[in-house]
């Protein structure tokens, strides 16, 4: 099974609307990711979050992390059409591996 | 633009032909990554390099092979020992912090006829 796992695996929200969506995790992590893909495209990184920072905003995006409960959450505020897309996070254990999860696919209706 | 190429976008193998994937990176980055995409999966990694002329295996490196003879460029090469190539290929690169920060290509979408 893989280190890092998305929840939902599919979200569809109005447009305006606040986007959740959940990383777990199995072993300890130096850093957790979250990237952007449109589809058929390659990934964008978003965000890094450190094992030892508890929360980090860019822009709309306001990522946590419980490393006690081995999760991360993403929210995206205010969504727009262009926010429709998938959503990886991407985990760095400690002997620097980087797993993928497969990803929360986010439909923003108008 | 700074920025990461791959060619060609698509591209089609017949049996038990060798085919090469294409990454060109204008950024000055040191390590570049290929990793695999399969439908409603995570990306696993097949090859990654820290360093020009080094190069280490990943997760499923088996049917692969790459070079790394200059900064710029990383390609791919899908053999005809790799049975189940039909996939998306993405290519990427990061600067000082190696898996971090990832600069990610267009990708390329291999089939097999």
């Known amino acids: 099974s893989q280190q890092g796992e998305e929840d939902p695996q599919a979200l569809s929200i109005q447009e305006g609307e606040n986007a959740t969506m959940n990383c777990s995790y199995k072993?300890?992590?130096?850093?957790l990711q979250w990237y952007r893909q449109n589809s058929g495209r390659g990934l964008v990184h978003l965000i890094l979050i450190r094992s030892n920072e508890r929360e980090k905003h860019s822009g709309r995006l306001r990522v946590t992390l419980d490393t006690s409960k081995k999760s991360s959450s993403l929210l995206i505020t205010a969504s727009r059409a262009a926010d429709t897309a998938s959503y990886f996070c991407?985990?760095?254990?400690?002997?620097?591996?980087?797993?993928f999860g497969a990803g929360t696919t986010v439909t923003v209706r108008a | 633009d700074g920025g990461i190429t791959q060619s060609p976008k698509y591209l089609f193998r017949k049996e038990g032909q060798n085919v090469t994937l294409s990454c060109e990176q204008n950024?000055?980055?040191?390590?570049m990554y290929w990793y695999r995409q399969d439908p409603g999966q995570g990306l696993r990694l097949i090859y990654y390099?820290?360093?020009?002329?080094?190069?280490q295996k990943g997760d499923i490196a088996e049917g692969y092979s790459v070079s790394r003879e200059k900064k710029e460029s990383f390609p791919l090469t899908v053999t005809s020992a790799q049975k189940n190539p039909t996939a998306f290929y993405l290519c990427?690169?990061?600067?000082?912090?190696?898996?971090?920060?990832?600069?990610f290509g267009s990708g390329t979408q291999l089939s097999v006829l």
């Open positions: 991407a985990t760095e254990t400690n002997d620097y591996k980087l797993s």
């Open positions: 072993t300890s992590i130096n850093n």
């Open positions: 390099s820290q360093i020009v002329n080094d190069f």
């Open positions: 950024l000055n980055h040191d390590a």
């Open positions: 990427a690169s990061s600067g000082s912090e190696f898996n971090e920060k990832l600069f």
